[in-house]
């Protein structure tokens, strides 16, 4: 889809923040708010703003700990494993974010978050023993939340 310059301009102000108001944005830009609101309804309706996000502050959620972990899953699990089945396995409490990776070594990257480092040894402990058979962790990060730079464009 072609923005028009409006467009662009819009989008610009809501990827700042998608919180801001239609009123807000028109005078920025100097256009009325409803052709702001029209503009918005256009870019959620085609798609090209799919939702609004929250930044967290994992510390005062008490998550005190985040893993990034490298999986690949096993050759001979993917010939029983559905797309759908991996989705329902990445729905746990401690997922934060899940991706996957087109090539190479690794077939996902998954960032946890716990309270402790006793609940992430626990954690692991119980995935290996469960799900070793269909995934392997080939690498696995661990950080303090403390360490955490950047969780938006805002920071």
């Known amino acids: 889809m072609k923005l ?13 923040n998608g919180r801001i108001p239609d009123a807000d944005i028109a005078r920025g830009l100097n256009i009325t708010p409803q052709a ?4 918005r309804r256009k870019l959620e309706s ?11 502050d994992y510390k005062k959620l008490g998550i005190n700990v985040l893993a990034i972990a490298l999986f ?9 494993l559905r797309e759908r089945d991996i989705d ?13 990776v087109p090539e190479g070594d690794v077939t996902h990257i998954v960032t946890y978050g716990f309270r402790s480092l ?17 995934s392997e962790i080939k690498k696995l990060y661990i950080l ?3 360490s955490m730079r950047k969780n ?4």
């Open 118 to 134: 006793e609940e992430l040894d626990h954690y692991f402990h119980i995935l290996q023993t469960e799900r070793g058979h269909i």
């Open 144 to 146: 303090s939340a403390k």
């Open 36 to 39: 702001v609101g029209k503009i």
């Open 72 to 80: 690949k899953f096993r050759p001979e699990s993917r010939k029983t």
């Open 88 to 100: 329902e396995r990445v729905k746990g409490p401690h997922i934060i974010d899940f991706y996957r």
């Open 4 to 16: 028009t310059r409006n467009d662009r301009r819009v989008l610009k102000f809501l990827i700042e």
């Open 46 to 56: 085609n798609g090209i703003i799919k939702g609004y996000s929250t930044i967290v």
């Open 152 to 155: 938006s464009d805002k920071e």
